[in-house]
């Protein structure tokens, strides 16, 4: 064991003194990414993601100017799902790397790391991102981010113990949660969609497009929400007279579809 931990120590220290002057370590890159792999097959062996996450930063960190930082650091946001590992890879994507497109598989994981850090990269790769797949599901996954925000501010606020949400989101998204504004909020969701049925409409995304998931998600917002204006509907009753939804406007409701086959 003393040996094993002789020979780590002496990597840690050869890896710290190999960076040169302008960031890129000395080190060939065929080098480095085998370290890389060998660090993603040790997780693989042992399999406990939050005890990795400081070691993949680590190599980020000696490594800053190669492309497998980015892959370190991704690879924490997809397996870590909060804390403070996962808040520290986050805020170096947005500050050293907002222009890798190798950020593109991120986005969607960013809609469901609930934090300050995951929406402000979403934001910056929405902004400053050269890449077109990139800015598009930076796009589309921040409207889906925000979409989820909202329903977790609704249930912050049918909670009657706050700490529980401190215990598992943290104090600063806890605090943010309180002071959304759900109107201004919506409408930013409202006008992101919209913009990706304008800039991205043909992108794939799942087995569709962002244009249709877009227009089925504002349909939703706009009249299947609380508060919103149903949408018409018109029909026959059982005696084949036409009857439309908004003939009993004002009116209880109850709508009972079915159909046989």
């Not at 190798?102 to 979403?122: D, H, N, T």
């Not at 002071?179 to 990706?196: F, G, K, P, T």
């Not at 998600?217 to 007279?241: C, M, V, Y």
Request: glycine share 4%; hydrophobic share 45%; proline share 3%.
């Amino acid at each position: 064991m003393l040996v094993r931990i002789l020979i780590v120590a002496a990597v840690v220290l050869s890896d710290q003194a190999a960076i040169r002057a302008d960031g890129r370590s000395a080190s060939p890159p065929d080098a480095i990414a085998e370290q890389y792999q060998t660090l993603i097959d040790e997780y693989e062996e042992d399999g406990e993601a939050r005890e990795y996450a400081g070691r993949f930063i680590s190599f980020a960190r000696q490594h800053p100017k190669e492309s497998v930082a980015v892959d370190a650091l991704v690879w924490v946001v997809a397996n870590v799902r909060r804390g403070r590992d996962l808040q520290e890879a986050l805020t170096l994507l947005a500050q050293k790397y907002q222009h890798s497109e190798r950020l593109a598989p991120v986005c969607r994981k960013l809609a469901f790391r609930p934090s300050p850090a995951a929406e402000k990269l979403l934001r910056v790769l929405r902004r400053k991102t050269p890449h077109i797949n990139v800015r598009a599901l930076a796009t589309f996954y921040l409207a889906v981010y925000l979409q989820r925000q909202l329903s977790l501010a609704e249930a912050l606020n049918r909670e009657q113990d706050q700490n529980r949400f401190v215990q598992f989101y943290g104090r600063e998204f806890t605090v943010q949660l309180a002071r959304l504004d759900a109107q201004v909020s919506l409408r930013e969701v409202e006008l992101i969609y919209d913009e990706v049925r304008k800039s991205f409409s043909s992108i794939e995304i799942d087995d569709s497009t962002m244009g249709a998931a877009a227009t089925r998600e504002l349909f939703a917002i706009r009249h299947l929400s609380r508060g919103r204006k149903a949408p018409e509907i018109t029909g026959q009753d059982i005696d084949g007279k036409t009857f439309r939804l908004s003939d009993y406007r004002g009116k209880v409701v109850m709508l009972d579809f079915w159909g046989h086959w």
